[in-house]
């Protein structure tokens, strides 16, 4: 496949990791990539989007793959949750 007869609808991993495969062109409605995998921050506290998709952080290909599309920054993760 070329780009040329490529379209990948959607930023997150897999339609990033798509466009890289296939050199095609990736559409996103959001104004930033990263899909279920997006993080925003608010109120000094960081929220993910999709919840768990971190979790595969300790496979190496997966991180590697992540390293090649952005900086990585780890935290160490204090959570809770409350009735």
Known sequence: MT?????????GFSG?????????TVYEALEHPGGL??????NGYRFSVGGGHWLFSQVALVTAFVKCLCDIKRYKRKSSVYF
């Open 16 to 24: 990033l990791a798509a466009g890289i495969a296939t050199d095609g």
């Open 3 to 11: 780009s040329s007869n490529t379209l990948i609808l959607g930023g």
């Open 37 to 42: 995998g997006h993080e925003y921050e608010m």
